[in-house]
């Protein structure tokens, strides 16, 4: 037995069906920390393993023998805190007179491949954990797109649960109308020698929640080798908030906080623009500056509330009779500027006339009755010879002369 390279013994059972060890290599005993077997003698269990492994060994061994056929298993052996693991095959030792009788344990020390898979599995725990405690949405998919990996990060953002997720394409968590060139764009970057896209890399793009709501996210990418097939990791971060933001700063550089309508400033640059249309292909352009009549009354009689509709609601009554070219602006104060492209001083001037009738509807709808809304106004027709300012003093003094006519003088 003891030009077997493995570890084997020989049992069989003796007096009140108690099974003792026969026979047993150098390998088998040095597995029990013992020396060699003597041949008189006959070990029972309890003589040479942990009293723990005695029942489950001697059951193994019954089902062995009453099946005739071998039985396998894992077991753990500690004496005084050195651990270690072995695989244990109960073979039946058949004779020629019939059924076996005597079982022969084959085993194979797997401390080390126990040791690896212990390893293994913390460091996949390790894994599991840190990937799932980021406060960034972690994907991972395999080269069919398919997601095998999402953290909870993600799941809230996306708002479904890993179960509905696993297996399902990515394209699922991208807006229809960005499906159909995404698969090309993963197999670009599964074949292309860049790694990985670094942050300062990154690109906005829009996901897609399972409640059919869509919002713009930060995504990073990588891919991976596992065993010999590529895996794509995708670090996603909801930007809706830096969003928001970022469009109300836009906003507030650009429009008007009360009537939403643009700004001095932003209006400035939108009529340079438009001159320079008019002198490159020869438009003419019409502008309109407004001045709402009796504000200041209004706000001292009726208290500034009042002044801020009469303001909202001019905006309103102009931007219903607006092309989508035109633009109205905010210039100071009760001040508007109009700017008609494309348009000569007559077809302005209709506008103009429309306006004040869908002021007279508006105006019955304030909070405080019997507020009239009326303004001044002066138009001024231009091909583009003049610069913004002149363009606009010109329409200003114009406004000045209809307000004295107006008074009378």
Aim: glycine share 6%; net charge negative; hydrophobic share 40%.
């Amino acid at each position: 037995m003891n030009a077997i390279g493995a570890s084997v013994a020989v049992f069989s059972k003796g007096e009140h069906d108690a099974y003792v060890m026969l026979a047993a290599n150098r390998q088998y005993m040095a597995m029990l920390e013992r020396e060699e077997m003597d041949g008189v003698v006959a070990y029972g269990l309890a003589d040479i393993f942990p009293r723990y492994l005695c029942l489950p060994l001697s059951e193994q061994m019954d089902e062995c023998l009453r099946t005739q056929s071998p039985v396998e298993s894992e077991v753990v052996i500690d004496r005084g805190g050195r651990v270690s693991w072995w695989r244990f095959v109960f073979s039946p030792v058949f004779t020629e007179r019939g059924a076996a009788r005597r079982v022969l344990n084959t085993c194979i020390d797997i401390t080390e491949k126990k040791s690896l898979q212990s390893s293994l599995a913390q460091s996949q725990s390790r894994f599991e954990s840190v990937v799932d405690a980021a406060y960034d949405g972690i994907l991972s998919v395999n080269e069919d797109r398919e997601i095998v990996l999402m953290n909870t990060a993600a799941c809230e953002i996306f708002k479904v649960s890993k179960e509905e997720a696993y297996g399902k394409r990515l394209e699922t968590l991208i807006p229809q109308r960005y499906r159909e060139r995404h698969p090309a764009y993963v197999a670009s970057f599964g074949t292309s020698p860049i790694m990985s896209r670094p942050m300062e890399t990154r690109v906005t793009v829009m996901g897609l929640r399972s409640d059919g709501s869509e919002f713009p996210a930060e995504v990073t990418i990588a891919k991976i080798k596992v065993g010999t097939a590529t895996e794509f990791i995708a670090v996603v971060r909801d930007i809706s908030e830096r969003a928001r933001l970022i469009e109300e700063l836009q906003r507030a550089a650009t429009n008007d906080p009360l009537t939403g309508v643009y700004n001095r400033r932003h209006l400035s640059k939108i009529l340079r623009g438009e001159l320079e249309r008019c002198r490159r292909f020869g438009h003419e352009l019409t502008v309109a500056m407004i001045d709402l009549n009796e504000f200041k009354t209004i706000n001292d009689s009726h208290g500034h509330h009042v002044g801020d509709e009469v303001l909202v609601a001019f905006t309103q009554a102009v931007g219903k009779h607006l092309r989508d070219v035109d633009t109205v602006g905010r210039w100071g104060g009760d001040e508007f500027l109009i700017i008609w492209p494309e348009t000569a001083e007559d077809r302005a001037g209709r506008a103009i006339a429309a306006i004040r009738d869908e002021l007279t509807d508006i105006q019955e709808r304030l909070s405080k009755p019997g507020t009239v809304i009326e303004f001044s106004h002066g138009l001024f027709q231009t091909d583009g010879a003049l610069d913004a300012d002149e363009v606009v003093q010109r329409a200003d003094q114009i406004l000045y002369e209809n307000k004295r006519t107006q008074r009378g003088g």
